[in-house]
């Protein structure tokens, strides 16, 4: 490959001295961008952790009053009662939240623009100014789901799935008016930013990477960002055109979702023909292939995080790949599962029960090759390792919940229930949260320079895995036991009263889960400033982040040449003192295992 | 000297065709999702055909006039006959908007028959079909425009390598337009 093919953008420019609005603000740099992104989403959280504490409050402790929630949020606790439609609408929100705005921000665009382009040994992303409006509105779309919540009737308040007719009735609950529409409005800014970010992912692993850097050599991490944005480019004008329907129906009278004979609020409507489920439809046609675009990229920061801390290669890197494609794949073709009630017919059940079980064949090969890494290794028990091992232990238990829901026997009792909020949370909310620590533990050196505290790191550890895993376990239970989801009063119901205690334990624990995140924000903080200086390669890892300053230059990888003789994984072998052989280590020094 | 009609690519410039290439998919997969929920749509008990209006038919042969205008500026462009390129990317500017007072003609011909779009789910789609691809061809027409200046500046002949590039986004970008039109235009008037 000639030398003049190698030069990437930004790597030909000069870049003069930026201003400080050029260089944090309106940046061009993926590494900044993806901080920003980082960054975005981790505010985000806290206000999808506020809102799940107020899910938790009603839910563990029914017929309290709460004076003090009553004078902060008059409307939502008048008399200091939670009003039913003020949950509805926190419990869309905090989906909502928490899905595309928390772990879609940090995992998939944060992680994603920082590390993809270093790994692949780029100087940036393919489109850098793509990239900034990417996030530019993202953020605006972050802002306007949260401006929902001041809007006349709050916050959109049919679920985050965002159901007709709830949805598409403006009349039907509080939430349903100017709610919804800035909900839907907000998505379609978060699809731009989304599409604009995947995009510039997938050309830069196609067509930017370093000489040498062929895609077997690519890091797992890079490869499940390949694939997540494959997915999400491929699923998510679904969703667009979903909401474009839906937003006819609500203010053009169409009747895309809306049948024939509703009655709300006493007053008929005059829709007719349309069909509530040509959304569910629509609706995961996006939806299960967006819960792979989070959960490939968390598997991916595991597998590059387990060998460092084990001191030898990923048990079989190509056969993961393959799976990571073969998963990618089939993600498109298994929605149905989430319908399994919705009266569709039996045959076509039959086909979503069979290739949804046929997606757990990859998953399950893929977790086999992340446990069998951690046999025989020097394991060395970094925070980092920590949530990588969570990860696993919650990738286990969630895919066994799915094994009973993707049986559409199992499901049709299952469905609706707190064992499908178990079953999600512990995957979309765990194997990602487990993956966003680690991952935030692991890079937080190459970011910012600094390292974090293993201390405090272990202890958030420890108070966040813990309760985590007790809450989501006992909501198993608690649906097996036949508790609904997203009822506000449980209370209401004679065979739930035995419940009672079940969820004042989960609560309980919530309170601890969330009160504990404090350790990290404070880790995080506390570090920015007063961390110990971090070395270019403070985990002794093999892939080209390391290879570069702690924190990298503007271009990532300043002057030097940069070859890829080796896969990234490349541990366990004699290399003068050191166990392991970065890629860019020349085959002369240290023999090429793969 | 003629321009090599598809010069060696640079490695910026193949990724920029990737990217448009994966943005097209995109859009594809936007009217996939349209016409999915079309056909499930059409099985509904109320479903009831609008008499399309004939003037969609002379908007069809514009858009694919526009295309071959396209083809003939790239053409006389790589020739380097840079004051025919110019004319005839105006030609194709001015068939682009033809395209879309058309459709509008359309619109105002239904409107006033009193086909609006709650009227039946066929007009709806009707109506927000052609509008959803009116937008593409809107931002498709600010690429053309683009274009167009870059070649009668005489931008595109300071660089050729530029305004080759520039020309082929657009041919790509307006002839996809045109298949999508196509296949929007045959969906609402056979099925
Ligand atoms: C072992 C593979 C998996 C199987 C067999 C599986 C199966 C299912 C099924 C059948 C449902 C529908 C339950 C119902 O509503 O009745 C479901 C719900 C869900 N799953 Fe999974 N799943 C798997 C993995 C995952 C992963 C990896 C994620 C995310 C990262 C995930 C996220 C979700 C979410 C978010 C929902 C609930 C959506 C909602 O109704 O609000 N699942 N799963
Ligand atoms: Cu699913």
């Excluded at chain 1, 169409?254 to 005059?270: M, N």
């Excluded at chain 2, 003629?2 to 920029?16: F, K, N, Y």
């Excluded at chain 2, 068939?95 to 359309?106: I, N």
């Amino acid at each position: 490959m000639s030398h003049a093919a190698t030069t990437v953008p930004g790597h030909d420019q000069s870049h003069p001295e930026l201003g400080f609005i050029r260089r944090y603000v309106f940046s061009l740099d993926h590494k900044v961008i993806g901080i920003q992104y980082i960054v975005t989403g981790l505010l985000m959280a806290l206000v999808g952790a506020a809102l799940a504490t107020l899910i938790r409050l009603q839910l563990g402790w029914p017929e309290r009053t709460w004076p003090l929630l009553a004078q902060l949020l008059p409307k939502g606790y008048a008399g200091g009662v939670m009003a039913p439609e003020f949950y509805l609408a926190v419990v869309t929100m905090h989906g909502t939240i928490m899905v595309f705005f928390f772990m879609s921000y940090v995992l998939v665009s944060g992680f994603g623009n920082y590390l993809v382009p270093l790994q692949v040994g780029a100087r940036d992303m393919a489109f850098p100014l793509a990239n900034m409006l990417s996030f530019w509105i993202g953020a605006l779309s972050a802002l306007l789901m949260i401006a929902s919540f001041f809007v006349e009737g709050g916050a959109a308040a049919a679920g985050w799935t965002a159901y007709p007719p709830l949805s598409a009735v403006a009349t039907a609950v509080p939430g349903s008016g100017m709610g919804q529409t800035i909900w839907l409005l907000s998505m379609a800014f978060f699809i731009a930013s989304f599409t604009l970010s995947g995009l510039n992912i997938v050309a830069t692993v196609f067509s930017v990477r370093a000489p040498g850097m062929s895609m077997w050599r690519m890091p797992l991490t890079v490869w499940s960002y390949f694939i997540a944005s494959i997915l999400g480019l491929l699923a998510f004008p679904a969703l667009t055109a979903a909401a474009v329907m839906l937003l006819f129906d609500r203010h053009a009278g169409t009747s895309f979702f809306l049948p024939a004979g509703l009655v709300v609020g006493g007053r008929h409507l005059t829709n007719s023909g349309g069909s509530p489920l040509l959304w569910q439809h629509l609706f995961w046609f996006l939806g299960h292939p967006e819960v792979y675009v989070l959960i490939l990229p968390a598997l991916g920061i595991a597998c590059d995080i387990i060998p460092a801390f084990t001191r030898k290669p990923i048990f079989g890197y190509r056969l993961s790949v393959w799976c990571l494609v073969a998963v990618g794949a089939l993600s498109m073709v298994v929605w149905g599962h989430h319908m399994f009630v919705s009266g569709m017919s039996p045959f076509t059940g039959e086909y979503f029960s069979i290739a949804t079980m046929t997606i757990t064949l990859p998953m399950t090969v893929f977790g086999v090759n992340m446990l069998a890494s951690l046999r025989g290794g020097a394991i060395r028990m970094g925070v980092p390792m920590m949530f990588s091992c969570a990860v696993l232990a919650l990738f286990g238990s969630g895919g066994l919940g799915g094994l009973y829901l993707g049986n559409a026997t199992a499901d049709m009792q299952l469905t609706d229930t707190y064992f499908v909020v178990g079953h999600f949370h512990m995957m979309i909310g765990g194997v990602t949260l487990m993956a966003t620590f680690g991952g935030l533990h692991y890079w937080f050196p190459k970011m910012f320079g600094r390292m974090m505290n293993e201390t405090i790191g272990k202890a958030h550890f420890w108070l966040t895995f813990t309760p985590f895993f007790i809450i989501f376990f006992m909501q198993h239970f608690l649906g097996i036991q036949g508790a609904p989801r997203r009822y506000y009063a449980f209370t209401a119901y004679d065979f739930l009263r035995e419940t009672r205690i079940q969820n004042l334990v989960v609560s309980s624990c919530a309170m601890v889960l969330i009160a504990s995140q404090s350790l990290f924000v404070v880790n995080f903080v506390w570090s920015l400033f007063r961390g110990a200086p971090a070395a270019d390669n403070p985990w002794e890892a093999t892939t080209l982040e390391w290879t570069t300053s702690s924190p990298p230059p503007h271009d990532n990888f300043g002057q030097a040449e940069l070859t890829v003789h080796r896969w990234p994984y490349e541990y366990g072998v004699e290399s003068g003192d050191r166990d392991f052989a970065d890629q860019r280590v020349p085959p002369g020094r240290v023999p090429v295992t793969a | 000297m003629q321009l090599a009609l598809e010069p060696e690519l640079s490695r910026r410039e193949e990724t920029v065709r990737l990217g448009l290439w994966m943005f097209l998919a995109t859009v594809a997969m936007l009217f996939a999702a349209f016409a999915s929920a079309y056909l499930v749509r059409r099985g509904g008990s109320d479903w009831m055909r609008i008499n399309l209006p004939p003037v969609l038919w002379l908007n069809t042969a514009l858009l694919v006039a526009g295309s071959g205008a396209l083809e003939a500026a790239h053409a006389v462009g790589a020739r380097r006959r840079w004051l025919s390129a110019s004319a005839a990317c105006g030609v194709a500017l001015a068939l682009g908007v033809g395209f879309l007072l058309g459709q509008l003609v359309a619109w105002e011909q239904l409107l006033s028959a009193g086909v609006d779009m709650p009227e039946s789910p066929h007009s709806s789609f009707f109506y927000m079909l052609t509008g959803a691809h009116a937008l593409h061809v809107v931002a498709a027409l600010g690429v053309m425009l683009w274009t167009g200046l870059l070649t009668w500046t005489g931008a595109g002949r300071r660089q050729p390598r530029r305004w080759a590039a520039a020309m082929h986004s657009t041919r790509t970008i307006w002839h996809f337009l045109l298949g999508v039109w196509l296949f929007v235009f045959a969906l609402i008037s056979l099925y």
